[in-house]
């Protein structure tokens, strides 16, 4: 069995997301719960810390695809942040750094949705 | 490093569930490890061997859990070929059109990346169908000389 964890914390106003072990097609779902509800709670400010992920597959990168539109459509987004770079290699690969925003620290990508809501 | 590539041949059928994604990423990387790839090109080779598994399990046996998929893995002097077989629905990879990220981020479409990734992170890529309905999907990644 693939070895997955999703973990969803508040921090301020934004939600971090922790992602840990395998993202594949057969745990991408777990994954998919968390953003749903963050859809329902009106949560539109993401943060995906990749910390402690390990793996990931197109299955994984679609789920952000997935969300990024509606997240964004709402003054959201979703950032990303502390990736290992086996991981960011394949996100490259796919030429996601044109559309997503990469932070080496979790707070430099909390931080810029502050920023933003004081300009 | 040549003389440390082994010749050998394994192989290994599971059912076509996604939880076997993670044993037939297992077996992929204790075989491309015994060949001498460094650790990077085992994370390609193991990713490009997980897209392709996860297109058989999503397009050929649409998610049904009763099919098979057979995982052979053949490590000759030069090349590390990978044959996978399914005995599920013919699906025509030609027919994919290389995905255009902007497109896909317009139309919140998030298929399709799989078989995008496996050209890039292969060195020879083959769709074939055999006989008794089977479809086959080979990659190949040359060994470092």
Known sequence: ?119 | MNSSNKIFEKEIVVKSTTDNLSVLRSFTRSAAEESGFSDETVGKIILAVDEACTNIIKHAYKYSPDGEIKLSIKSEDNKFIIAITDEGNHFDPNKIPEPNLSEYYKQRRIGGLGMFLIRKLMDDVKYSTLTGNKNQVVLVKYLPH
């Open chain 1, 1 to 119: 069995m693939a070895d997955f964890n999703v973990n969803l914390r508040g921090v301020g106003p934004v939600s971090v997301i922790d992602v840990k072990g395998y993202l594949d097609a057969h745990t991408a779902p777990e994954l998919e719960n968390v953003f749903n509800k963050l859809l329902d709670d009106q949560q539109f400010k993401v943060v995906v810390n990749f910390n402690d992920l390990k793996y990931i597959s197109s299955a994984g990168l679609g789920v952000f695809m997935a969300y990024v539109e509606t997240m964004r459509e709402n003054l959201g987004d979703i950032k990303f942040s502390n990736m290992k770079e086996n991981v960011f290699n394949i996100f490259d690969l796919l030429g996601f750094p044109i559309l997503y925003e990469f932070y080496k620290d979790e707070n430099e990508a909390v931080g810029k949705f502050n920023d933003l809501d004081k300009s």
